[in-house]
């Protein structure tokens, strides 16, 4: 059987996949690390198949050679965006591990490729489970198949793109520091009360007591506040598809 593409069908195919391409990349669970290049590349081709006909029933008139970066920008923003969720969870836990003390042994870390501390991986892994368990990883392709009605192929640069990126990064900082406030300020009272001790008693040395005293009442209060902290997690996720789908994909 002979298929044949028209050549401007053709240039509309090669602007959907650029774009299905950027965010196939960048959006979680899709463009981590440890999923070879070849399979990205398969996946987004599938995505433009799949999509190029919604993409092509609103598809503009730019010329291809300013079309091409455009669409590509797109699709990295919009994984970005997307991806901002993971960055808020594992935010939380930093700012729990540095409360904890624990930014003092941090050590690179495979998973990260940065420098991490004992219960930063805890945390990704808990991002990445919600993710899976809120059905997000359907929700990303939902987003992108949104995207094309909302930024047509070849409609040229989407104005309201960037403050959209910029307003959801910093509202996602905000939310993730907003989860680890309460077991941060526990952990805040408890150092408190150690060095109330140590004034009271000199005799006592802080930095023997201290730091072993504050790991066990993280983690005991860590294994309280799980049930808040899926919950503040499946808010953040909520937060950042309803930002950058305006809405549109329900999760």
């Excluded at 092509?56 to 050679?65: E, I």
């Excluded at 003092?104 to 368990?133: K, N, Q, R």
């Excluded at 730091?211 to 799980?226: H, N, S, W």
């Amino acid at each position: 059987m002979n298929v044949t593409i028209a050549g401007g069908q053709a240039t509309m195919l090669f602007l959907v996949m650029l774009r299905c391409t950027g965010l196939v990349f960048t959006a979680p669970i899709y463009g981590h690390h440890s999923i070879p290049t070849l399979v990205k590349f398969g996946l987004a081709a599938a995505l433009t198949v799949a999509l190029a006909k919604t993409a092509g029933a609103t598809a503009g008139s730019m010329p291809l050679v300013l079309a091409a970066p455009i669409e590509l920008v797109i699709g990295v923003s919009l994984g970005y965006i997307l991806s901002l969720g993971f960055q808020a969870v594992e935010l939380s836990g930093r700012v729990i591990s540095i409360q904890l003390g624990l930014s003092l042994a941090a050590v690179f870390s495979p998973t990260e490729e940065e420098a991490s501390t004992a219960i930063d991986p805890f945390f990704s892994v808990l991002a990445g489970l919600l993710f899976l368990a809120m059905s997000l990883h359907l929700a990303v392709i939902q987003a992108l198949a949104h995207s094309f009605a909302v930024y047509p192929v070849g409609g040229g640069w989407p104005a309201d793109l960037a403050m959209t990126g910029a307003q959801t990064v910093a509202l996602s900082i905000e939310l993730g520091v907003r989860v680890a406030l309460p077991i941060a300020l526990v952990l805040l009272l408890v150092e408190l009360s150690v060095a109330l001790l140590a004034r009271a008693i000199p005799q006592i040395n802080v930095f023997i007591l201290g730091l072993p005293l504050k790991m066990l009442v993280g983690i005991a209060v860590l294994a309280m506040a799980m049930p808040s902290l899926v919950a503040g997690g499946a808010s953040i996720f909520r937060f950042v598809f309803q930002a950058a789908t305006g809405g549109a994909v329900s999760t």
